[in-house]
C-alpha cells in the first residue's frame, strides 16, 4: 500500500496539517482530500480566515494529479467551507460560527439519513449510535 502524506507548516497554516490518503482506498483521491480538509475545519485546525495551499503547491507536495486537488476544492467550494479566487490560494470561510439556513440543515439531515439507515441496517442500536455520535462530536470544535 502506498500513502501519500502531506504535512504542511506555512504561514497561512497556523499548525502543521497531516494530510494522509491511501490510493488503495475504495474513496477517492479528491474526496479524501476534501473529507480530511473538512475535518480539519470542523476541528477548529483550520481557521476561517486561513488559506489553502494553491492547488498547484498542493499537489506537488502530495505528489498527485493538480485535477485531484482542483476537485477537492472545488467540491469545498460548493459546501460554502472555501473561496477559490483566480490566481489566488483558497481561502477557508467555513469555520465561522453562523446560524444555518433551513435549507442547509436540511441538506445535512438529507446526508446523515442513508448512513444512519446503513448503520441501523446492520444492527447497530439506537444508544450505539447516540454514542457514536458524541463520540464523534468530542473531536471537533
Known amino acids: 500500500m502506498t500513502d501519500f502524506c502531506l504535512v504542511?507548516?506555512?504561514?497561512?497554516?497556523?499548525?502543521?496539517?497531516?494530510?494522509?490518503?491511501?490510493?488503495?482506498s475504495e474513496l477517492q483521491l479528491y474526496k479524501q482530500l476534501a473529507n480530511q480538509l473538512i475535518e480539519?475545519?470542523?476541528?477548529?485546525?483550520?481557521?476561517?480566515?486561513?488559506?489553502?495551499?494553491?492547488?498547484?503547491?498542493?499537489?506537488?507536495?502530495?505528489?498527485?494529479?493538480?485535477?485531484?486537488v482542483s476537485k477537492s476544492y472545488h467540491e469545498l467550494e460548493e459546501k460554502g467551507l472555501i473561496e477559490l479566487k483566480p490566481k489566488a490560494k483558497a481561502l477557508i470561510i467555513g469555520g465561522q460560527k453562523k446560524e444555518?439556513?433551513?435549507?442547509?440543515?436540511?441538506?445535512?439531515?438529507?446526508?446523515?439519513?442513508?448512513?444512519?439507515?446503513?448503520?441501523?441496517?446492520?444492527?447497530?442500536?439506537?444508544?450505539?449510535?447516540?454514542?457514536?455520535f458524541h463520540r464523534i462530536l468530542k473531536q471537533w470544535k
Open 100 to 132: 444555518l439556513k433551513e435549507t442547509e440543515v436540511e441538506k445535512v439531515e438529507n446526508a446523515l439519513k442513508p448512513i444512519m439507515a446503513e448503520a441501523f441496517a446492520r444492527g447497530l442500536e439506537k444508544d450505539q449510535m447516540t454514542n457514536l
Open 8 to 24: 504542511i507548516s506555512d504561514t497561512d497554516w497556523r499548525d502543521k496539517m497531516n494530510i494522509h490518503l491511501d490510493p488503495s
Open 40 to 68: 480539519l475545519i470542523a476541528k477548529g485546525e483550520l481557521k476561517n480566515g486561513d488559506t489553502l495551499p494553491s492547488v498547484r503547491t498542493m499537489a506537488a507536495d502530495l505528489g498527485i494529479n493538480v485535477s485531484t
